[in-house]
């Protein structure tokens, strides 16, 4: 049984820091492709960055430069490193898993926005930054 677990959200200023983790259990960490997605209230869920099995991650431009990726494999932990928060940064933020190779992986969640081919997720966690 896959599990994905977030943890780490909270309220900040705007110009503060979050740093949010996502332990995964049951979970082939082989050929996967983890992504960070968020949605804000009355708006579609969008991703925000993804990491493919060599731990290498892209962003959407929005965040690039405030948000870091990365992976722990021996902790089979997520984790999303944000800075330079703005009040446009507030959303429900989800760590998912699938089963998509490196290209595949950064495209589906950056260049097209889209989940597709993400079968696990999280419970979310909420991130609100104020003004």
């Known amino acids: 049984q896959v599990q994905l677990v977030e943890s780490g959200g909270g309220s900040v200023q705007a110009g503060g820091s979050l740093s949010l983790s996502c332990a995964a259990s049951?979970?082939?960490?082989?050929?996967?492709?983890m992504g960070w997605f968020r949605q804000a209230p009355g708006k579609e869920r969008e991703g925000v960055t993804a990491i493919d099995s060599d731990g290498y991650a892209t962003y959407i431009d929005s965040v690039k430069g405030r948000f870091t990726a990365s992976k722990d494999n021996a902790k089979n932990t997520l984790y999303l490193q944000m800075n330079s928060l703005k009040p446009e940064d507030t959303a429900m933020y989800y760590c998912?898993?699938?089963?998509?190779?490196?290209?595949?992986?950064?495209?589906?969640?950056?260049?097209?926005?889209?989940?597709?081919?993400?079968?696990?997720w999280g419970q979310g966690t909420q991130v609100t930054v104020s003004s």
């Open positions: 998912a898993a699938g089963h998509l190779e490196a290209i595949k992986c950064h495209m589906t969640v950056v260049a097209a926005g889209t989940s597709e081919g993400f079968g696990y």
């Open positions: 049951g979970y082939g960490w082989g050929n996967s492709c």
